[in-house]
């Protein structure tokens, strides 16, 4: 049974930091991409960042920059660093397992998905 859980969010300043992670259980973790999405109230849900297996990371423009996607493949565990957060940033963050070895920025390119957590930015 495959199991995504994501940890590391929380309520920080305008500029802060935060590092979410993403511990994931019964996959080959090395062979697959890893996305990061979010979803704020009343909004549909975005890309945020992905990895793919090679731990080739791609960002969505609103984060470049600020964002780094990593991955530990002995811990089948993949990072989200968020620097320099925005209020904008406010959201539910998820991580899902891709289907196959690369990332994508489309969430139906995901199989697995963990319960999300909670990312607040205040100014």
């Known amino acids: 049974q495959v199991q995504v859980v994501e940890s590391g969010g929380g309520l920080v300043q305008a500029g802060g930091s935060l590092r979410l992670s993403c511990a994931t259980s019964?996959?080959?973790?090395?062979?697959?991409?890893m996305g990061w999405f979010r979803q704020a109230p009343g909004k549909e849900r975005e890309f945020v960042a992905g990895i793919n297996w090679s731990s080739v990371p791609g960002y969505a423009e609103s984060v470049k920059g600020r964002f780094t996607a990593s991955r530990d493949n002995a811990k089948k565990t993949v990072y989200l660093q968020m620097n320099n957060l925005k209020p904008e940033d406010t959201a539910v963050y998820y991580c899902?397992?891709?289907?196959?070895?690369?990332?994508?920025?489309?969430?139906?390119?995901?199989?697995?998905w963990g319960q999300g957590t909670q990312v607040t930015v205040s100014t």
């Open positions: 899902a397992a891709s289907v196959n070895t690369q990332y994508s920025t489309d969430g139906t390119s995901y199989s697995h």
């Open positions: 019964g996959l080959s973790f090395e062979w697959y991409g």
